[in-house]
């Protein structure tokens, strides 16, 4: 999965990509990249600098900036308020564009969520370090905080969805997901790169985890550019150390678009 050139981000280098690339469409995870991720889903927060610069980024880019994350969108819109942005929530199963009109893929998975989600509760129930996350449109059993456990969260997610249709696994960081069949980062860029703002624009994905590797391959295979935040394999041109370094990429971005206006 690793890229060949795989060139960690320095200044200079971001600057000349920025400059060459025209128009930007700028694609984002959300935890591992706007926000550090927490033990807990509900534990993460966002830094004000953070929501303030994606205020500027959505003006300069004409409003070109759109999250793509796992989370449900109600998550995305409570911890980036007052913003309202593009979002892509569950891995783009729920797509929201700039107009605020929602594209569901797989509205079948979402009847039944609830029936998923209680068997795995059921079988996590006696161990409160497990967290299992029920969205709209996807179940996740977090288990960060017992990390002894991943090999048994992966089989007992496993085997729910080998009774009930509709769904696909998903690894992410001390995370196992059954999302929405058909639901992928990659397909969710491809869908806004066919809408106003982003069509026409050279998208740039910037994401930290295994799921992230679709919006990658999707954003560089409409001739863009996908950034990877932290260590780890990747198909990803260029990389960043960590979350703490993406407020500089941001303001990489906002000063090339200011130059280039």
């Known amino acids: 999965m690793t890229s060949p050139t795989n060139a960690s981000v320095a200044a200079g280098s971001l600057a000349d990509l920025l400059f060459r690339s025209g128009p930007i469409a700028l694609f984002l995870d959300f935890d591992g990249v706007l926000a550090e991720i927490a033990p807990t889903p509900d534990a993460v927060s966002v830094n004000p600098v953070v929501i303030a610069r994606l205020q500027t980024l959505h003006s300069a880019l004409d409003g070109a900036v759109a999250v793509v994350t796992g989370r449900a969108m109600a998550d995305i819109d409570r911890f980036l308020a007052p913003l309202h942005l593009p979002v892509a929530a569950e891995h783009g199963n729920m797509r929201r564009s700039r107009d605020g009109r929602v594209v569901v893929l797989n509205e079948a998975a979402m009847q039944v969520v609830p029936e998923l989600a209680t068997e795995l509760e059921l079988a996590f129930g006696a161990d409160d370090r497990i967290i299992v996350e029920r ?24 085997a729910a969805v080998g009774v009930h249709s509709g769904f696909s696994i998903v690894a992410g960081k001390m995370v196992i997901e059954a999302r929405a069949a058909g639901a992928d980062k990659g397909a969710a860029v491809r869908g806004y790169m066919q809408e106003t703002p982003f069509e026409g624009r050279t998208p740039l994905f910037i994401g930290d985890d295994i799921t992230d590797e679709d919006g990658f391959a999707a954003a560089q295979q409409l001739g863009g550019t996908g950034i990877k935040v932290g260590p780890g394999d990747t198909a990803a041109l260029y990389r960043i150390p960590g979350t703490s370094s993406v407020p500089a990429v941001l303001d990489a971005v906002i000063r090339s678009r200011e130059f280039l206006s």
Do not use: G, M, Q, T
Not at 136 to 146: K, T
């Open 135 to 158: 969205k709209p449109s996807a179940v996740a059993v977090h288990y960060r905080l017992a990390p002894e456990r991943a090999a048994e969260c992966f089989e007992r997610v496993n």
